[in-house]
């Protein structure tokens, strides 16, 4: 494949990926969503369908690998980083499309939602529970979560191995089940088992922190949130931003490892 295929099929496939998982985020939150308080089941399984629909777009170009930590397991695996920056470009870029869109998508829902005094406090407020919830998560503005991940529980170590974990379970999944004939991306099985793998990890591991388990997921859409004009928006929490960028990263290299160990 082409360097001009990978770039135009992981931006296309990445800005799908969070159009979609960050538009279930987005109408699980915000006021005036139909889907509002829908729950964590509704947000794993939208992530799952957002990789399935991403995956199965993007795939006859660049084989889909949507995320940079896959990308650095396969680099890892064949020894080959020749297309690595190609695939990053591609991936941060599409990843700033997608949440860009969330926002034209849910527009008049994040205005209602950001100028609610109920949520952003202000004469007249209520102390509600969630807002007591958000004023505890340290430099995180009210619907950030819509573009990014945050933990619960603020504890480094913990964060960092829990991105970790997960990432090796999704690359190692990955790396056995989903790589198409070329060895080079997914495949049309691997499309849904990794889909069903995002599902799982969702709900087995999000807790903690979210399961970013992708840093352009977190750290594209971030920037998108510190760039765009939300009122009362608040703060991108960029001190806990380099846990979901690392902990995936760190994750994918030891997926590799241990897939060139019992695997190859």
Avoid at 66 to 75: G, I, Q
Avoid at 82 to 99: C, D, E, K, R, W
Avoid at 158 to 179: D, F, H, K, P, S
Wanted: aromatic letters at 8%; hydrophobic letters at 50%; one cysteine or more.
């Amino acid at each position: 494949m082409s360097s001009s295929d990978i770039f135009i099929g992981e931006t296309i496939g990445t800005a799908i990926l969070i159009l979609l998982g960050g538009g279930v985020c987005a109408a699980v939150t915000l006021k005036a969503s139909k889907a509002r308080n829908a729950g964590w089941l509704a947000i794993t399984f939208g992530w799952g369908f957002a990789v399935l629909t991403a995956v199965y777009t993007s795939a006859p170009l660049s084989g889909a690998h949507l995320n940079p930590a896959v990308t650095v397991a396969l680099a890892i695996k064949d020894n080959d980083w020749s297309n690595v920056p190609t695939y990053l470009a591609g991936q941060f870029l599409g990843a700033m499309i997608g949440a860009a869109l969330v926002w034209v998508a849910y527009y008049g829902q994040f205005h209602a939602h950001l100028t609610d005094k109920e949520i952003v406090g202000g004469p007249g407020a209520q102390a509600t529970a969630a807002k007591a919830v958000e004023a505890q998560e340290k430099g995180a503005g009210p619907v950030l979560g819509v573009f990014s991940t945050g933990p619960e529980i603020r504890n480094v170590v913990q964060n960092l191995l829990t991105e970790i974990i997960g990432t090796v379970v999704l690359v190692l999944a990955i790396l056995t089940q989903g790589l198409n004939n070329n060895g080079d991306g997914l495949g049309p099985i691997g499309a849904l088992i990794v889909a069903l793998v995002v599902v799982s990890i969702g709900l087995s591991l999000g807790g903690p922190t979210g399961y970013a388990i992708n840093p352009a997921r977190d750290l594209g859409p971030r920037i998108v949130h510190a760039l765009l004009p939300l009122p009362n928006k608040g703060g991108s929490d960029w001190g806990y931003a380099w846990i979901p960028v690392v902990g995936p990263v760190i994750g994918a290299a030891i997926a590799a490892g241990i897939y060139n160990v019992a695997f190859a």
